[in-house]
């Protein structure tokens, strides 16, 4: 299993960034992916997760009503449309995921390579 994330960059207060999480090598499409992040002297954590059994999704408070989490390309991309983009969510994002298509915690057995998000004027 292979995952390769992608769509960090810089971005100013109140803009917004798309990420993308393209899986590959999982024998069934119901697999769990999720995204989590990590800040300069920060412990890594969860962001948002979606469930490619059903689709149902989860948030960090932090980021409810400004990220989404979706599927694409027949369930092998996930996208975290980020918006109303703030400094504090300044961190490496990773996507991880797991056959498990529900869990979503540290404990994924697979995780990509991070991709830096930095927000700032």
């Known amino acids: 299993v292979q995952l390769q994330a992608s769509g960090g960059g810089l971005v100013q207060p109140g803009g917004s960034l798309r990420l993308s999480c393209a899986a590959s090598?999982?024998?069934?499409?119901?697999?769990?992916t999720g995204w989590f992040r990590q800040a300069p002297g920060k412990e890594r954590e969860g962001v948002s997760c979606?469930?490619?059994?059903?689709?149902?999704?989860s948030y960090d408070d932090s980021v409810k009503g400004r990220f989404t989490i979706s599927s694409a390309n027949a369930k092998k991309t996930v996208n975290l449309q980020m918006n109303s983009l703030k400094p504090e969510d300044t961190a490496v994002y990773y996507c991880?995921?797991?056959?498990?298509?529900?869990?979503?915690?540290?404990?994924?057995?697979?995780w990509g390579k991070g991709t830096q998000v930095t927000v700032s004027s």
């Open positions: 979606i469930s490619g059994r059903d689709g149902s999704t």
């Open positions: 991880a995921a797991a056959d498990d298509p529900y869990l979503c915690d540290y404990g994924m057995a697979y």
């Open positions: 090598g999982f024998a069934s499409e119901h697999y769990g």
